[in-house]
């Protein structure tokens, strides 16, 4: 029997009913969790930061898609480890880096002029959630059952979501604290000429990632123990170590590069990804300018109370959606009924912000953050189901590749969305994801067709 068959015949062996599962998907969505926190907390200060550096504005987000497009590159390079890269060494290779990162950025806040010290952590972060997300769709391939499956997908994307909200109170409680005192139309340029307040920002800045440092090195602790590659047979007993004798082929892995782009439900559902992302930049990053161009008279307090509401809501989206996968495992029903919705609600903003209903913008809002989550969750998991029953390394590599490619689209729907914001107003800005999201539903519809139910106990 060769090894891609052993392989494949340990991935169908059925598995125990122990908790241990479960608790290995946590220690791998902590991981993610820690990474959403970082990307997300300097957004929240970015007209701080911008100013401790003695930059512009312009310079952080050249640094945010620098970050995005590394995270794409290093997608792929992840992709070329082929069979050295196990699940157990990428739990730990996520947590190094990620630990490394946090200790840079600590390490860089320390002067005003070690910003590239601080991207340079920033992109080591990112490095580490490109494995995350490597690993948050390999753990339900490897160690759930099918009837457990979208919970387990689902897992990482609550965590993920409730990161933000975190990252935002301790943005606006402790970093950003004083900063509002200030009375003056140059706000950030006195509040770093107060060498108190210039005190108080980096230490309040190096005690939170000192912090995630702790936590993260908690985690590559926690790896270490008890994260290993495949679930334990069905008989209780271990499988034999296999020799280690692989050889790294450069040719070889791009050949199993591109054999992926053969398979056609892959390619379609790494472009549904694509398409998916096109929601985020509007209920993410560019929701609190699309609330202050379209609601002058409000401040910035409320687009943040907008921002937290909506991401604990969107947050439920997730496991909603992995509850019904695996109760009534209708993935084209859902996913079809998510994307309806989520083009509901952008109709539904666009038309609050035209008729200036700020009840009806927020509520519109709350319910895109929900079904985004849905949709996510639903295309994750057709992904999963697809990629089941490969070898190890094709997983490795098709999880790498989908968890890295979307960057490169995010880094797009980002500028257009803030230059429709800018030249066509907040009401056309919310409406450039419903296309996308039709787009994205026809191609579901008539080109994914569901895998064949594996050969597996599903303890039903």
Not at 224 to 240: E, F, N, S, W
Not at 358 to 386: G, K, N, Q
Request: glycine letters at 6%; hydrophobic letters at 45%; proline letters at 5%.
């Amino acid at each position: 029997m060769s090894d891609s068959e052993s392989l494949r015949l340990l991935f169908n062996t059925p598995y125990i009913l122990t908790p241990k599962r479960w608790w290995i998907l946590i220690i791998v969505s902590s991981i993610l969790f820690l990474d959403s926190f970082s990307a997300s907390f300097f957004g929240f200060i970015n007209d701080v930061t911008s100013e401790y550096f003695e930059t512009t504005p312009a310079a952080t987000d050249f640094l945010s898609t620098v970050n995005m497009l590394s995270r794409s590159v290093f997608g792929f390079v992840l992709a070329m480890g082929g069979e050295q890269f196990n699940f157990r060494s990428l739990a730990l290779a996520a947590t190094g880096t990620i630990v490394a990162g946090d200790l840079l950025i600590t390490a860089g806040v320390s002067s005003r002029r070690n910003m590239v010290i601080v991207g340079m952590g920033q992109i080591m972060n990112g490095f580490g959630a490109t494995i995350t997300l490597t690993l948050s769709q390999m753990a339900p391939s490897n160690w759930f059952p099918e009837n457990e499956r979208g919970r387990a997908v689902a897992l990482p994307w609550i965590l993920r979501r409730l990161s933000p909200v975190i990252s935002n109170i301790v943005a606006t409680r402790t970093i950003r604290q004083g900063y509002d005192s200030i009375d003056n139309v140059n706000t950030t340029t006195r509040y770093f000429d107060n060498n108190d307040l210039m005190t108080n920002f980096r230490t309040s800045f190096q005690i939170s990632y000192l912090v995630l440092t702790g936590i993260a090195l908690v985690g590559f602790v926690l790896a270490q123990l008890y994260v290993t590659d495949y679930p334990p047979r069905a008989d209780g007993q271990k499988m034999p170590p296999r020799a280690n004798n692989y050889t790294w082929r450069p040719l070889t892995e791009i050949k199993g590069i591109f054999s992926l782009f053969a398979n056609g439900q892959y390619v379609l559902l790494l472009f549904m990804f694509v398409l998916q992302l096109s929601l985020r930049p509007m209920v993410e990053w560019m929701l609190s300018s699309i609330i202050i161009v379209a609601f002058p008279e409000l401040d910035d307090g409320t687009a943040g109370m907008v921002f937290i509401v909506s991401y604990v809501v969107g947050a439920f989206g997730s496991p909603t959606g992995g509850f019904i996968l695996d109760k009534f495992r209708r993935p084209k029903v859902t996913l079809v009924f998510g994307q309806c919705a989520a083009i509901v609600s952008c109709c539904m903003f666009s038309l609050g912000v035209y008729l200036g209903s700020f009840p009806l913008v927020f509520v519109s809002d709350v319910l895109s953050a929900f079904f985004r989550d849905l949709c996510f969750v639903c295309i994750s998991h057709s992904l999963i189901e697809t990629m089941y029953n490969e070898p190890a390394d094709t997983k490795v590599r098709a999880f790498s590749i989908s968890g890295s490619v979307p960057w490169f689209s995010l880094a797009l729907y980002t500028g257009i969305v803030r230059y429709v914001l800018q030249h066509g107003g907040a009401a056309l800005s919310v409406l450039i994801p419903i296309p996308f999201h039709v787009i994205a539903g026809i191609l579901y519809i008539l080109y994914y067709k569901v895998p064949q139910k594996n050969n597996e106990n599903d303890f039903n």
